[in-house]
């Protein structure tokens, strides 16, 4: 009998191979406990992890991604990279970081303003009970279809680069950078937003700022001094944002730290930048982070998955798909490849059908 079994396996493992079913890779890290945004140049994947720090893979095969880095950090919320160099914060430090083929060098480190000298936990709620963070009260960086020399950051991004610049949040300001020579920055200004602020989307012109109040609207004509020009207020709730062209995509999530209890997505019309106007409400269940491509836009759902929308009509979204058995937190968009990082893991799947997304590998 058991050598009955051994050849049933090893028939089944062959017909599998055979007709082409491939079992998705799986790979351990060194421990992905509260993640909460993402940032993607060429083929490595930053994870920023505030409980333990930085965690870097390398994506150039997203069925078989591998370890690269772990860089620990107390209290790190946002990354961004420019070639070889790694840009992420620590409480109130911003630190440059060279990565090295298996190891890294910290070149440089800036401390905050005196007056600034606070956490960037505060405001930040945890939810001991479930193990996820109750807003997205630590901000986000990053852009789905990033700018010619940019790095790709998720919704939840709190960093992002555009060509020879380096913006981040910190607390109520936004700190621009100039990174020419990206392991020497020269802070170019501080620009004061809101108390607010969560979470930063770049486009080619603009930065587009997520807080729990309102989405702000920033004009980088001088992209060393960015000027606000625009605002959409609405009920305080998270708040993450993502562009295509002339709409950006807004998520509201009630029921945790930010205050309400309504969960929303919003389409507003940007084609004025400094006169952004709200063109729809779109009741959704729990949402977190959402990327969009052309006319199609992944929300999460957060313990309930995450689900694909028709935005060709954006007063009119349409679910097209669901899928509840993923939970999902945030997102980047890359191609064909979708990284999905979830509260304790990261799925890559294979999107060349964004209906049908096909599970490449996950770490756990």
């Known amino acids: 009998m058991p050598r009955f079994k051994a050849f049933v396996i090893a028939v ?30 060429d083929t490595l994947l930053a994870v920023s992890d505030p409980s333990n720090g930085v965690h870097i893979f390398d994506v150039g095969n997203p069925a078989d991604p591998v370890y690269h880095l772990h860089i ?41 303003e005196a007056e600034e000298a606070v956490p960037f936990f505060e405001g930040a709620v945890m939810n001991s009970h479930s193990g996820m963070w109750g807003c997205s009260c630590y901000g986000s960086s990053g852009s789905v279809q990033a700018p010619e020399g940019s790095s790709t950051g998720s919704s939840y991004a709190k960093f992002a680069v555009v060509g020879s610049h380096l913006y981040y949040l910190h607390h109520y300001k936004i700190v621009t950078m100039d990174i ?10 501080r620009v004061p937003v809101g108390g607010d602020i969560e979470t930063l989307f770049p486009s080619e012109d603009y930065l587009f700022v997520g807080g729990r109040r309102g989405m702000y609207i920033l004009d980088r004509s001088d992209p060393a001094k960015p000027v606000q020009i625009g605002r959409v207020e609405h009920f305080e709730a998270c708040d993450p944002v993502v562009v295509r062209d002339a709409l950006a995509f807004v998520t509201l999530r009630g029921g945790n730290a930010c205050g309400q209890t309504q969960d929303l997505l919003l389409s507003v019309d940007i084609r004025i930048p400094s006169k952004p106007v709200v063109l729809a409400e779109k009741p959704l269940k ?79």
């Not at 079913?21 to 993640?35: A, C, E, F, H, N």
Request: net charge negative.
């Open 12 to 41: 089944t493992v062959l017909v599998l191979f055979a007709v082409g079913i491939r079992i998705p890779q799986t790979i351990s890290s060194s421990g992905l406990d509260y993640p909460i945004n993402m940032s993607l140049q």
């Open 72 to 112: 620990p950090l107390a209290g790190n919320t946002g990354t961004a990279l420019k070639d070889n160099v790694l840009y992420a914060n620590e409480y109130g430090l911003l630190h440059v970081f060279r990565l090295n083929e298996n190891s890294y060098e910290m070149v440089k480190t800036f401390e905050a």
């Open 180 to 189: 020419t020579t990206p392991e020497d920055p020269v802070e170019t200004s």
């Open 286 to 364: 729990s949402p977190y982070g959402l990327t969009v491509n052309e006319n199609l836009l992944y929300v999460s759902s957060g313990r309930h998955g995450f689900g694909l929308l028709d935005v060709a009509d954006p007063v009119d979204p349409v679910y097209i798909e669901t899928w509840p058995e993923w939970p999902t937190k945030d997102f980047i968009w890359h191609g064909n490849t979708l990284f999905v990082l979830g509260f304790g893991d990261l799925r890559i799947f294979d999107v060349s059908a964004p209906e049908n997304p096909l599970l490449l590998s996950s770490v756990d």
